[in-house]
């Protein structure tokens, strides 16, 4: 079983401090148990690494932690909370409908810290249920509360409304509601009706009062009306399924109603894809939306008081078992929440943030123009980090003034996510109607977007646009733009390499870099990349980029055993590594012995790691911070000391097996000095972090730290947000890594 550990955090939901070092008051679920491993152990001995899973759901806790934090504004806290459910939906979805089908095909391979399957999935429900309990109690215990009390926002039980408020609310029903529900009896004329994925439904007992015979009917809570239904007065709100479970009895005249119960189904979204066999890759990719609507149930939520024969019955004909189910004590689907961080109520958000215009981008104060864009990055490559800095008025810019400048000749992009009428569609569109060449790779098995891609690949195609939707067998993640343009007697690229992908609303909310360079050996890589993605070229070679799954892997290896060389020669051995996510063997082994070799490694990972720190031997000289605050960490930077010649790369890819293996990457290295220099001193703040990082032990225990002088502590996001507001003054002085 799982480690769990106490916490110090009062019960009102305030942070306590104990010296310079606060731990979470929950029961965590941690990725491994404390087990201790012998110094002689091979690097393949399971008890080396954490279990995946739990440490997915660690990461979760964390977010969780934000709505549990005093610190951060009430309705961001409540936003917090929204995100946490959502993961846990798409928990379900992935991880647990992962397992499950292993478990049907029969594997009983043993996952890197030595789990079975059905083992992996006998130690996720209870670590599930825990957390489960804890986002319900936060929600009901302390944020409801708060909300009255602060924001002046009260979130009513039906029970507890005045008569003059249920008579209100009885109009509205009739009015607005009533007329577009569909209540489905079951019965041997009426098959148990299909529930689709994540929906919220009722279960209606019901007894005929002359013959005395028990009826089941299900009822959908409707999806195209708001959760939340505002009382005219006090500016309450009441739930949308507690307006109809007690104005039920209207859909079911002539009957009694015994019992109104809410439930909520889960389905697998891990479906097994056969790209070999497809003739057409977007007719699989839609065959298998398709399938995933009448996917596999893996997981029932059920209220807490739902008699035991609606439960059975519900177990029965979605053909569940009691492991499937899941309790909960309060509303369901907490997702919804969200609407509240919506409200207009400043005073419980953030203060707003604008990202900044980078200053080489801004007019040049002698006219009303801006700079011409390829002119400014012929003076010298341009990083910008979104969303300190503006995504629209760089990177966005970028493509449009490409798509009208009429120097520009060919446009080429990988388009992973994008954002509901984007202005990059847009721009593109509008650049193969002015004649230019445009083609895009529209990569259709990006997750829970693939009916959105498709549908921008149709509309690009529309207008003239080449697309392409993929490579059978790998997903293409990288975030690359090439621009070509016709200057004086020769052809120049243009080039956008970034962390995060094409997507205006994302960049104000997820933190990446993007490099614009006109570099020519940058150039010459990615015309090669569109070649290898566009066409029949799997031989490339590239000049300054790494690219999976051709040369990846093995360059960070190469990197990492060269300061494994250094140290040894030198004693200087350092590496410092941002990503999102860190699972892959071979890489985490590089990492342990070049640990054991004395290189000092600082890893920033804000999600999943089956990587343990601190252990005696293989990981001592590694620590391991996740960072989790106000922007979503994105970026991914890998820096080598290389004997204080350092080499910074920034790219799509972290050091997941599916990033080294399974998809298309991209890595670039950093060349201009000052733009390696602010690369370093970012990783650097974030590694010092005091606020807002969290510490991995050995144990699997991630600890917050947390200064007892809170007035002087600034997080990694704040102190970037600073330095973005003084246009990064300091962006030439010189790196210093210790």
């Not at 009306?225 to 479970?245: C, F, H, N, T």
């Not at 990006?446 to 149709?458: L, P």
Request: aromatic residues 8%.
């Amino acid at each position: 079983m799982s480690k769990v550990t106490e916490t110090i955090v009062n019960k009102d939901g305030k942070l306590s401090t104990n010296g310079a070092r606060a731990l979470v008051e929950e029961v965590v679920p941690h990725a491994t148990v404390s087990r201790t491993v012998p110094k002689r152990a091979a690097l393949s001995d399971s008890r080396l690494y954490f279990n995946r899973e739990l440490s997915w759901l660690d990461f979760n806790w964390r977010v969780l932690y934000q709505a549990i934090d005093d610190r951060i504004p009430l309705l961001e806290r409540v936003r917090f909370l929204s995100i946490t459910s959502n993961n846990l939906d798409e928990f379900f979805r992935k991880r647990i409908g992962g397992l499950k089908r292993q478990v049907a095909a029969g594997v009983h391979k043993l996952s890197p810290d030595g789990r079975t399957p059905v083992e992996q999935l006998e130690l996720c429900r209870p670590a599930v249920l825990a957390i489960s309990q804890k986002i319900s109690e936060v929600w009901e215990e302390t944020l409801k509360p708060l909300l009255a009390k602060k924001a002046g926002i009260r979130i009513y039980r039906y029970e507890d409304l005045t008569n003059a408020q249920k008579q209100w609310l009885r109009d509205y029903f009739q009015a607005h509601i009533f007329p577009v529900l569909t209540p489905l009896a079951v019965d041997p004329g009426h098959p148990f009706p299909f529930i689709s994925n994540l929906s919220l439904s009722l279960a209606v007992l019901l007894k005929h009062p002359k013959r005395d015979t028990e009826h089941f009917a299900r009822l959908k809570v409707p999806t195209n009306q708001e959760r939340w239904i505002k009382l005219e007065d006090e500016g309450g709100y009441v739930s949308l399924d507690q307006v109809i479970a007690n104005n039920i009895a209207d859909l079911f005249r002539g009957m009694n109603v015994v019992s109104v119960q809410a439930f909520r189904i889960t389905r697998n979204a891990d479906l097994r894809r056969d790209e070999e066999e497809a003739d057409d890759l977007i007719e699989m990719i839609s065959d298998e939306l398709r399938e995933r609507r009448f996917a596999p149930i893996v997981r029932l939520e059920v209220q807490k008081n739902m008699p035991r024969e609606v439960r059975l019955l519900l177990m029965r004909e979605l053909a569940l078992t009691d492991e499937d189910v899941y309790e909960v004590n309060g509303d369901l689907d907490l997702t919804h929440v969200s609407f509240f961080a919506g409200l207009d109520s400043p005073e419980h958000l953030y203060p707003p943030w604008e990202p900044v215009t980078p200053a080489r981008l801004q007019h040049d104060g002698k006219s009303k123009d801006r700079a011409n864009i390829f002119e400014v990055i012929r003076g010298g490559d341009i990083l910008v980090h979104h969303p300190y800095e503006s995504f629209g008025a760089s990177t966005q810019r970028f493509i449009e003034d490409a798509a009208v400048d009429p120097k520009v000749l060919a446009i080429k992009q990988t388009l992973y996510r994008t954002s509901h009428q984007s202005p990059i569609i847009q721009a593109l569109r509008k650049a193969a109607e002015l004649g230019k060449q445009v083609a895009v790779l529209v990569e259709v098995k990006a997750r829970f977007d693939e009916k959105n891609n498709i549908e921008w690949g149709q509309i690009l195609e529309k207008s003239g646009v080449h697309v392409t939707y993929g490579l059978v067998g790998l997903k293409t993640h990288t975030k690359t733009t090439l621009v070509i343009r016709q200057e004086e007697d020769k052809l120049r690229a243009y080039c956008h390499i970034g962390t995060g992908n094409y997507n205006p609303a994302t960049a104000r909310l997820y933190s990446d870099f993007g490099l614009l360079t006109c570099s020519p050996d940058v150039g010459y890589d990615v015309i090669n990349l569109f070649h290898y993605l566009t066409g029949y070229a799997p031989e490339q070679h590239y000049r300054r980029m790494i690219i999976a799954p051709r040369n990846m892997r093995s360059s960070f290896i190469q990197l990492v055993r060269k300061e494994i060389e250094l140290q040894q020669k030198h004693g200087n051995g350092r590496i410092i590594a941002k990503m999102n996510a860190l699972d892959d063997l071979e890489m985490i082994r590089e990492l342990y012995k070049a640990s054991e070799a004395g290189v000092q490694i600082d890893l920033i990972v804000r999600g999943h790691c089956r990587l343990r720190p601190g252990l005696p031997r293989f990981s001592e000289n590694i620590r391991l911070v996740s960072i989790v605050g106000r922007f979503l960490e994105h970026s991914r930077i890998y820096y080598f000391r290389n004997n204080d010649n350092p080499r910074v790369f920034i790219g799509s890819a972290d050091w997941q097996r599916r990033n080294l293996e399974d998809r298309v990457e991209a890595i670039v290295e950093i060349d201009e000095l000052s733009l390696k220099a602010r690369l370093i001193r970012t990783v650097q703040i974030a590694i010092n972090d005091q606020r807002s990082a969290w510490e991995l032990n050995p144990d699997g225990r991630y600890l917050l730290r947390n200064s007892s002088d809170e007035s002087s502590k600034k997080g990694f996001q704040e102190i970037l947000m600073e330095q973005a507001k003084a246009r990064f003054a300091e962006e030439d002085s010189p790196w210093d890594i210790d």
